[in-house]
C-alpha cells in the first residue's frame, strides 16, 4: 500500500529545531507537543502559548455576491456581518448534518474568508463552489499559500505589541478609544499598539506585522484572550521568529516562567475543551444537526432560504424527541478521566450517552467532559445542573455531574 502523503506546514523546520514531537492530524504532519502538554497549556493560562495553525483553511470568497452566497450556503446570518467582523457557522448538508463548523471573517465590502478544519477543508471549498454557482462571486483555495499562527494568553497583546505595527482602522472592528486616537500612521490607519488594544473579540483586520502584509484576527480556540494572524506562507518562519524574538526580550512574569511557549496540538485541545469548545469528529459530525450539539444559536432559521433549512425547521420542532441528543457539560472527582466513547449512564443504570471529550483539566484538577446525551425530558431537553450520571469506564462507573459550560472562565 502506498503510503499516503501529508502535508508539513511552513514551519515544520522550526518546530524539528524546537524539539517537536509530531502526529498526524487531518493530512497534516503537525507538533503535538514539544516538551510536556501540561505545561504548554499551564503557559497559556498563565502568560502565552505561540501555536502554528497553518494546518486549517483558508477559503475567500469575492465579489458582489458574495454575501449572498454565504448566506445561501451557511447556516449564520452573513448579510449582516459588518466589515472587519468575523462569525462562527456552520456548513450543513441537505439532511441538516454539520460538514464542519467554520470562522468567516468580513475582510472588506466583497471579500470574505472562511476558516474551515482541516480534515474538511477539500469538502469545504468543493461545496462553497457548488453553492456559490448563479452567485456573481468567486471562490479561491488559499489554504496551502496561507499560513496561520495564534498568540493565545493573557500576555498575548504584551506580545505582539512591536511586532504589529499598523492596521485599517475599520470602525466595526474596534472598541472606542479611550483618549484621543494615537497620529503618525496614516489617513484611516491605527499604530500598532492602539490596533492590539482596540480590535473586538471576534473581528479582524489587515495590517502589518513584522514587515509583513497580515490579515489580524481577535479570535481563538483557547478560552483566553489572542489574536490569530492570517500571512503569506513564505512569511511565516520570520513572522515566529521576530514573536518569539520580541517575547523574549519582556520580563517574566515570575521566577524564571517564559513569557511565550511553543505550543501543540495536546495543548491546544485541553485548553480548548476547558473552554467548552467544540471538536470536529467529537461534538460535530454529519451525523449530528448542530442542535444535537445545542448550537441551535448559529442557525439563523429566520433566513427565508439556506441549504439545509428543511430539515433544521423539522429538527428545531422535534426538540426534546426521542432519538435527539443534547450537548451536555459533566465535571468528576479525583483523578480518573472518562474518555471519548465512555457510555455515560443515569442513576437507575440506563445508558443515556457517551463521552465525546474528556480528560483530567489541569486548570481545575478535576475530570471533565462532553458527552451528547438523550434529552432529559421532552419538555425541558436540557439536563438540570448538579444531576447526578456517572460515566463506564472500563466497567467502573465514575461519578460526574452536570455542570454549566464552559468548565473555564477567563478573569476579565
Known amino acids: 500500500m502506498t503510503p499516503v502523503s501529508l502535508h508539513r506546514t511552513p514551519l515544520h523546520s522550526v518546530h524539528t529545531r524546537l524539539g517537536a514531537s509530531f502526529t498526524d492530524f487531518g493530512g497534516w504532519r503537525m507538533p503535538l507537543r514539544y516538551a510536556s502538554d501540561i505545561a504548554e497549556h499551564r503557559a497559556v493560562r498563565s502568560s502565552a502559548g505561540i501555536f502554528d495553525l497553518s494546518h486549517m483553511g483558508e477559503i475567500g470568497v469575492s465579489g458582489p455576491g458574495a454575501l449572498a452566497a454565504l448566506d445561501h450556503a451557511l447556516t449564520g446570518a452573513m448579510g449582516t456581518l459588518a466589515v472587519g467582523r468575523a462569525r462562527y457557522t456552520m456548513i450543513v448538508d441537505a439532511s441538516g448534518g454539520v460538514i464542519d463548523d467554520l470562522i468567516v471573517y468580513r475582510v472588506c465590502d466583497e471579500e470574505l ?9 477539500d469538502r ?10 448563479g452567485f456573481d462571486c468567486e471562490v479561491a483555495d488559499l489554504s496551502l499559500s496561507t499560513a496561520l499562527l495564534a498568540v493565545q494568553g493573557p500576555r498575548a497583546q504584551e506580545v505582539l ?20 486616537a494615537s497620529e503618525g500612521c496614516g489617513a484611516d490607519v491605527l499604530c500598532g499598539d492602539e490596533l492590539l488594544a482596540r480590535l473586538r473579540y471576534y473581528a479582524a483586520v489587515r495590517a502589518t506585522a513584522a514587515g509583513h502584509s497580515v490579515l489580524l484576527a481577535r479570535t481563538g480556540y483557547t478560552g483566553e484572550d489572542g489574536f490569530e494572524v492570517f500571512c503569506n506562507a513564505e512569511d511565516a518562519e520570520d513572522l515566529w521568529d521576530v514573536i518569539s524574538g520580541n517575547a523574549a526580550a519582556l520580563a517574566p512574569a515570575s521566577g524564571n516562567e517564559a513569557v511565550l511557549t511553543p505550543c ?24 449530528l444537526t448542530p442542535f444535537d450539539a445545542s448550537l441551535g444559536s448559529v442557525v439563523a432559521l429566520s433566513k427565508p432560504d439556506f441549504v439545509g433549512r428543511p430539515a433544521l425547521v423539522a429538527r428545531a420542532e422535534h426538540q426534546g424527541r426521542p432519538g435527539t441528543r443534547v450537548l451536555v457539560a459533566l465535571a468528576g472527582e479525583g483523578r480518573r478521566a472518562a474518555r471519548a466513547g465512555c457510555p455515560v449512564v443515569g442513576a437507575d443504570g440506563t445508558e443515556l450517552g457517551v463521552v465525546t471529550s474528556g480528560l483530567l483539566s489541569p486548570t481545575l484538577g478535576h475530570p471533565i467532559a462532553l458527552a451528547l446525551l438523550a434529552p432529559y425530558s421532552p419538555q425541558e431537553p436540557a439536563w438540570p445542573v448538579g444531576t447526578e450520571l456517572s460515566a463506564d469506564v472500563r466497567g467502573r462507573h465514575l461519578p460526574m455531574r452536570v455542570v454549566a459550560a464552559p468548565f473555564y472562565k477567563r478573569t476579565r
Do not use: K, Q
Not at 505589541?161 to 483618549?179: F, H, I, N, T, W
Open 124 to 133: 469545504v471549498a468543493a461545496e462553497l463552489m457548488v453553492r456559490s454557482e
Open 264 to 287: 501543540g496540538l495536546a495543548a491546544r485541545d485541553s485548553l480548548r475543551l476547558e473552554a467548552g469548545m467544540p471538536l470536529y469528529g467529537h461534538e460535530l459530525s454529519a451525523e
Open 113 to 121: 474568508l472562511v476558516v474551515p478544519n482541516a480534515s474538511n477543508r
Open 161 to 180: 505589541r512591536g511586532v504589529v505595527e499598523s492596521g485599517a482602522a475599520m470602525p466595526a472592528a474596534l472598541r472606542p478609544a479611550a483618549s484621543r
